[in-house]
């Protein structure tokens, strides 16, 4: 199964994505994870993605395409994969079909996770993330078990560089301008949830939409 979780930033793809994994046993691919990842490692391509991460501005499409090229080859996709945030721009969408076409795949689920704007900046102060496994919480929402430490491995939780709230206001318009367009591609194939509603009602509401 392939699933596309769409929705602003903050809005809860990440969040939800961890359920559906251990649900459907298929992994979660979130670009910012791996670009994150790289970025840690000091990669070449983490150094080139830097500049634009730490703006709130997007990553050059061909790098993120030729990053996921690779990923999809890996085995653990075999039988699908979440895709949390990517494809974001109407190219990177229209890089996935190719890539799909090549294989003879398709998307089955395209999910939007709709929150507003002003909801998305209050949360974004309270997140905190397990920077190795990606794992999200919030403080208020989600809190771990023992502040500010990981339920799986007690270590510690942190505040991630672009959560600042002038780069969520920049990562909002960023939506709102490159990605949003990506509900009228998809169009008909789209499944809009209400991303305001508790974490378990919005989780709930994903997996009838799926069923
Ligand atoms: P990325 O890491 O993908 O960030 P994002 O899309 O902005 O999404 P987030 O991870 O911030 O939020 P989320 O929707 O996963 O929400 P979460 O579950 O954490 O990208 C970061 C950067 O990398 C980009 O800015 C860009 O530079 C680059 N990049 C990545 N992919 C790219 C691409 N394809 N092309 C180009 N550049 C790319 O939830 C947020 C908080 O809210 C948490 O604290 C959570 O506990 C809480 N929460 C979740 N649901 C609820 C709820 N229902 N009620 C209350 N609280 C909730």
């Known amino acids: 199964m392939k699933i596309l979780l769409l929705g602003p ?4 793809k990440g969040t939800q994505s961890k359920f559906l994994m251990s649900k459907f046993n298929i992994p979660q691919i979130s670009t910012g994870d791996m670009l994150r990842s790289h970025v840690k ?6 150094q080139k993605a830097k500049k634009y991460m ?6 050059t499409d061909s790098l993120i395409l030729e990053m996921m090229e690779v990923r999809f080859k890996e085995k653990d996709c075999i039988n699908g994969f979440i895709l949390d945030g990517f494809p974001r721009t109407i190219k990177q969408a229209e890089g996935l079909d190719n890539l799909f076409k090549k294989s003879n795949q398709k998307l089955n689920h395209v999910i939007v996770i709709d929150v507003e704007d002003d909801e998305i900046v209050s949360r974004m102060s309270g997140r905190r993330v397990h920077p190795e496994s990606g794992r999200v919480y919030h403080i208020k929402y989600n809190p771990p078990i023992d502040e500010g430490k990981d339920d799986i491995t007690n270590e510690p939780l942190i505040i991630r560089d672009d959560d600042k709230e002038e780069t969520v206001r920049n990562r909002l318009l960023v939506y709102h301008n490159q990605t949003k367009p990506l ?3 998809y169009n008909k194939n789209v499944i809009t949830i209400n991303g305001s509603q508790s974490i378990e009602k919005v989780k709930s509401n994903i997996i009838e939409s799926i069923n």
């Open 54 to 59: 730490e703006k709130g501005e997007l990553v």
């Open 41 to 46: 490692n000091d990669t070449i391509l983490g």
């Open 183 to 185: 509900i009228d591609y």
């Open 9 to 12: 930033p903050g809005g809860g």
